[in-house]
């Protein structure tokens, strides 16, 4: 039974930084695919970075590339989602996931079994 926690999201202005995390209890992260994926009210759920758990691949959408980071820290069985450069159609709650298999698309939010309860981040002046 994975069970994913998501903290770190909160209000910041324009331009600001934010790093969220995704930790598990019990179960270590470094087997799973884990992405990261965020809806805003009225919107389709999308992904946002994800990272393989076979060659360690990345994959980050179009409007976040460059400002985006996804990590790894194994010592403490989390993954990060360092965001900077904050844009207000940023805004959204953002969700960590993971899936123990073969994924054909990498960050798919249809692919992943497993799904934390989100946490909100919200930019805005």
Known sequence: QLQLVESGGGLVQPGGSLRLSCAASGVALNYYTIGWFRQAPGKEREGVSCISSRDGRTYYADSVKGRFT????????????????????????????????????????????????????????
């Open 70 to 125: 996804i990590s790894r820290d194994n010592a403490k069985n989390t993954v990060h989602l360092q965001m900077s450069n904050l844009k207000p159609e940023d805004t959204a709650v953002y969700y960590c996931a993971a899936d123990g298999g073969i994924l054909f698309r990498l960050c798919e939010p249809d692919e992943y079994d497993y799904w934390g309860q989100g946490t909100q981040v919200t930019v805005s002046s």
